[in-house]
């Protein structure tokens, strides 16, 4: 009884609510594990057998626990925090890639032309793509794909870590792990090829895979990056040679997220802006983008796992951040304006998904300008429209509606058509944009990550598989899917044109998409 009063003291607790809710998907299986502890605890009790039954069931399951651990290993958990098995004769990803550059041999083809750095109209040049909003407007996909399938350019082994690609002109870079040198790695996009491997000693360690996690920025032939320990790099794009070197966290044991760091830099005019949250007046880094001396550190808010975002919110140019702390907002010369509060499970501070903001609109009541941006996390906390404005001089933030029906834990979502589109804990759910009802809620594809690519969703699923799905709020209407991947995949997507680049912590790979 003192057991049992003493749990339902702390079910009461909020540490409580956030561990439970933290369980995820490993809630059933606890819950039948622990039941199966009750049954035998209780069978003993009651039935009570003999000690040579206690012991021979005893050494049985011994045995059968011996033979278990060493036929199979943990091989990390999935969006839900489900644990992941795998034989353990099987190759784990880090061998992969080891064994590839031991024995990689140039066999493409395609020629690699003089003017590979030059960009184009369809570069995808950061996370998610121009606007840092996961939409690429300028092609137009066909939708047969059992006629018209996508051919696969190039398949390949790459390094650890839930980086993605930037692509820019044939140059696509990513961030890898090849064993204790954290790399950013630059590939010819259409082949494969590895042009250059940048280096640096050091490595992020996590039981949910190691390596870095943010992914790079391509901005007029260089390429910024920040690796999972805090080193923000600027790189020549066409040689991958360093151009300068910073380490946000003065030290990264201490200061670092417990799932690392994830800023992927954003470049506006002469700065880079980073969000690590490296202590008091550290939330938010602007650097010169030429000679990487520090602009501007402000901010004490603690990090979370979003990239930050330049827009100009009721016509004024400001930095979106958030983090651990809620929506922040910083004026572009590093003055703090705004902070709408939004704190996802307690001291974890768990905010994935970028901020949407969309476009300014009249405020009939007032009279006065305004911006709505839309923010999603998960754990119970939901999606939120907000109205972001300047009342006598201060900057204030209004609730205009929020929703628990869609909650973005680890992906990104879009607008299209004054309707949302995300992955509410791994279902696909579409909401009014006016109201935040949701219109439906059908396909199962995990933790992964999508595009909106004109009219059609592009789905990255958590198991690998691209899948094609149609932008409409009226029903959910699959067109296509591929098996893009084999294994769990977290990384974004990225899309330039016709070339589909993806990858996860074991393997990367590109695909021609049938185009309009």
């Known amino acids: 009884m003192s057991v049992i009063v003493a ?12 561990f439970i809710i933290g369980l995820d998907g490993m809630r059933m299986q606890l819950l039948i594990v622990a039941a199966c502890a009750t049954l035998c605890v209780a069978s003993v009790m009651f039935l009570r057998p003999s000690r040579r039954s206690l012991l021979n069931t005893g050494g049985v399951a011994i045995a059968l626990f011996g033979i278990s651990n060493s036929l199979i290993r943990l091989d990390g958990f999935n969006g ?19 064994s590839y550059l031991v024995a990689k041999i140039d066999k493409s083809t395609s020629p690699i032309d003089r003017d590979w750095k030059t960009p184009s109209r369809h570069d995808f040049p950061g996370l998610m793509g121009k606007g840092r909003n996961a939409s690429v407007g300028s092609v137009e996909l066909k939708d047969n794909w059992e006629n018209e399938p996508p051919t696969l350019l190039w398949r390949h082994p790459v390094g650890l870590g839930w980086s993605s690609f930037a692509i820019v002109g044939q140059i696509a870079v990513s961030l890898e792990q090849r064993e204790q040198d954290e790399c950013v790695v630059g590939y010819h996009a259409r082949t494969g090829k590895e042009l250059w491997c940048y280096r640096e000693r050091t490595r992020f360690s996590n039981e949910h895979g190691d390596g870095p996690r943010s992914t790079p920025t391509i901005s007029e032939a260089r390429v910024y990056s920040v690796g999972g320990t805090g080193f923000l790099t600027c790189l020549d794009l066409g040689s991958g040679q360093s151009v300068w070197k910073q380490s946000l966290f003065r030290s990264p044991e201490q200061q670092n997220l417990y799932f690392g760091t994830t800023s992927s830099p954003i470049v506006t005019g002469d700065l880079v802006i980073v969000t690590p949250g490296a202590g008091p007046k550290g939330s938010a880094m602007a650097f010169d983008r030429e000679t990487g001396s520090l602009r501007w550190s402000c901010g004490d808010d603690p990090a979370s796992y979003a990239s930050p975002v330049v827009a100009s919110l009721a016509g004024t140019p400001q930095v979106l951040s958030f983090n651990g702390a809620g929506l922040r907002t910083y004026s572009l010369d590093g003055n703090p304006l705004l902070l709408h509060p939004w704190v996802t499970q307690g001291s974890s501070r768990v905010n994935v998904a970028q901020p949407i903001v969309l476009d300014r609109e009249s405020n009939p009541q007032s009279g006065s300008e305004g911006t709505r941006v839309l923010i999603s996390s998960g754990y119970d906390m939901g999606t939120c429209l ?11 933030s209004e609730e205009i509606w929020r929703s628990s029906q869609l909650k973005s834990k680890l992906s990104n979502f879009v607008v299209h058509q004054e309707h949302i589109y995300g992955l509410d804990n791994g279902l696909l759910t579409c909401l009014q944009l006016k109201d935040g009802v949701r219109a439906w809620k059908r396909g199962r594809y995990g933790h992964g990550q999508l595009l909106l690519v004109g009219d059609r969703l592009l789905i990255q699923a958590e198991s690998g598989e691209i899948v094609l799905v149609e932008a409409n709020p009226s029903e959910h209407r699959e067109l296509g899917r591929f098996p893009g991947l084999t294994s769990k995949t977290w990384n974004h997507p990225s899309l330039a ?20």
């Open 7 to 18: 749990f339902v003291r702390w079910l009461n607790d909020d540490s409580a609510k956030f």
């Open 497 to 516: 044109g016709d070339l589909l680049i993806i990858r996860n912590d074991n393997e990367a790979a590109a695909f021609a998409l049938p185009m309009q």
């Open 386 to 396: 907000l109205r972001i404005r300047q009342v006598d001089g201060d900057w204030v």
């Open 80 to 98: 839900d925090r489900t644990p992941r098995f795998a034989w353990r004769w099987t190759p784990r990803a880090e061998d992969k890639i080891t």
